[in-house]
């Protein structure tokens, strides 16, 4: 079959970071629904491994690899060891470990700002810095950016978490341009609220903590597992932006056909629940 009209997210040779738990768990097992073999990396062995352990008992060829993004010798060494654990080349990256961080501008402290944007930022330029090269030689292939809607919706106490998902995406719009017409294909994901650890595991301030972990479930519009397969299949069609979720769309929209007016009412409503 000619490569063109191949799927990407089929019979792929993935690496997904993050993908002990949540969002990149499900990129995990879709992927291996589709048939394809992956590296599950992730800062948390355990985690890793047990996705792994799973989707290998199934008869996917699945690789634990335990790394973490923000590091970028351990991902300069992932890129290189990948093509050999995979067993041929790498066809499809998702770049989803992240953390989440919340508190106003002046009260999140700046090793927490390091923290953030050194997983959530740096992680992704590492994976698109070390992999993109890899793919487009082999001229096949998708990457996945996972930032989030936080990334346009400006969100008030998000700042850290803001700006890393805004960089996220400025760096895949430009690494679409970038690799338009090399057979690589770059689609981000900017999803509202998805049910899983990121609120558990992330660092927020007490007040905020308990809404954070109940909204999690109550505002969710949509599961990890919907959110990965319509992902997948947007980056099939060389989408660049996936906004799964009704919600996400709709502050897109707003935003960019009456900025002014949702400057303003975002600045409105927070002042109601400002302490
Ligand atoms: N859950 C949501 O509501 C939501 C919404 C928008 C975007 N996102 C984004 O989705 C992505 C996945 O998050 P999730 O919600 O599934 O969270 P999660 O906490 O369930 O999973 C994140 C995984 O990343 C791993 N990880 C953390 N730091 C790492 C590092 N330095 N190196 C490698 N792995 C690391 C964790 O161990 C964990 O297994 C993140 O980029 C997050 O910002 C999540």
Known sequence: MALKSMK?????????????????????????????????ADIRQDRAEAVADYLSALGTHAVPYACDV??????????????????????????????????????VTLADWHWCMNVNLWGVIHGCHFFAPQLRSVGYGGIINVASAAGFAA???????????????????????ELTGTGVNVTV?????????????????????????????????MDSDTVARKT??????????????VDGRIAWYIKRLAPRLYAKGLGEAYRLIAD
Not at 155 to 177: I, Q, R, W
Not at 232 to 245: E, G, S, T
């Open 70 to 107: 923000g590091k970028s010798e351990q991902m300069e060494e992932l890129a290189r060891k990948a093509p050999e654990l995979l067993k041929r080349p790498v066809t499809l990256v998702v770049n989803n470990a992240g953390v989440g961080l919340g508190g106003a501008i002046g009260e």
């Open 155 to 177: 969100a008030p106490e998000m700042s850290t978490y803001n700006v890393t998902k805004a960089g996220v995406m400025s760096l895949s719009e430009t690494l679409h341009a």
């Open 232 to 245: 997948l299949d947007a980056m099939d069609r060389n989408q660049l932006y996936i906004l799964p979720q």
């Open 8 to 40: 990407v997210s089929n019979n792929a040779a993935a690496v997904v970071t993050g993908a002990g738990s949540g969002i990149g768990k499900s990129f995990a097992y879709e992927i291996a629904r589709r048939g394809g073999a992956v590296i599950c």
């Open 189 to 221: 994901l900017c999803p509202t609220v998805v049910p899983t650890n990121i609120a558990n595991d992330g660092r927020l301030p007490e007040r905020r903590s308990d809404f954070a972990k109940e909204a999690m479930t109550r505002f969710a519009l």
